[in-house]
Nanobody, 120 residues
Framework: QVHLVESGGGLVQAGGSLRLSCAASGSIYVIYSMGWFRQAPGKQRELVATITSGEDTNYADSVKGRFTISRDNAKNTVYLQVDNLKPEDTAVYYC??????????????WGQGTQVTVSS
């Protein structure tokens, strides 16, 4: 099995910054794409940013220029640097990873989420 554990969330004032981390562990052969999603109360989970194994990145329009996704393949970890936070960024942030966990099997795994709260 593969486990993803997020960290780095918290309470921050508008305009502040956080660095979210998500470490994967377990039966990992290869990690393909990794990503961050978020879900605010009463809303659907939405994509924030993704990064491929070749480090191509993609961002939601609402976070472009403020959030930066990166990964450390040696540590099986994906990061999300979140700057210039706004109250509307308040949500539970989840990471996911597309992982090959055996010679022939792969699937997407999810972390448990980390809360980010931005006060105005």
């Amino acid at each position: 099995q593969v486990h993803l554990v997020e960290s780095g969330g918290g309470l921050v004032q508008a305009g502040g910054s956080l660095r979210l981390s998500c470490a994967a562990s377990g039966s990992i052969y290869v990690i393909y794409s990794m990503g961050w999603f978020r879900q605010a109360p009463g809303k659907q989970r939405e994509l924030v940013a993704t990064i491929t194994s070749g480090e191509d990145t993609n961002y939601a329009d609402s976070v472009k220029g403020r959030f930066t996704i990166s990964r450390d393949n040696a540590k099986n970890t994906v990061y999300l640097q979140v700057d210039n936070l706004k109250p509307e960024d308040t949500a539970v942030y989840y990471c996911n990873a597309n992982v090959r966990y055996s010679n022939i099997n792969s699937r997407v795994f999810w972390g448990q989420g980390t809360q980010v709260t931005v006060s105005s």
